[in-house]
């Protein structure tokens, strides 16, 4: 079955960096789009990237410039390298995929970006 493990987060202070996994196993990653998505107390869920399978990516505006989605297909990974990290990037972030039209959730990695 498709499960998805992320690792990866922690406590950060402002302005500091965290590389978030994400691995994959139980379908034929290379063939999927990815997605990193982040969800703050009180929050809606909101997307933070995503990544074709073909390695085209697309960005929320809030974190444009910051943060890099890519993926290792070898590995069955897709990462998220997060830099310049604000207070309010502190959320749980998910990572996603499309699978024969049901979405598929990680657990999440909790990020804390405070002094």
């Known amino acids: 079955q498709v499960q998805l493990v992320e690792s990866g987060g922690g406590l950060v202070q402002p302005g500091g960096s965290l590389r978030l996994s994400c691995e994959a196993s139980g379908f034929t990653f290379s063939s999927y789009g990815m997605g990193w998505y982040r969800q703050a107390p009180g929050k809606q869920r909101e997307l933070v990237a995503t990544?074709?399978?073909?390695?085209?990516?697309n960005y929320g505006d809030s974190v444009k410039g910051r943060f890099t989605i890519s993926r290792d297909n070898a590995k069955n990974t897709v990462y998220l390298q997060m830099n310049s990290l604000k207070p309010e990037d502190t959320a749980v972030y998910l990572c996603?995929?499309?699978?024969?039209?049901?979405?598929?959730w990680g657990q999440g990695t909790q990020v804390t970006v405070s002094s």
């Open positions: 990544i074709t399978s073909g390695g085209f990516t």
């Open positions: 996603k995929t499309t699978r024969l039209s049901r979405n598929y």
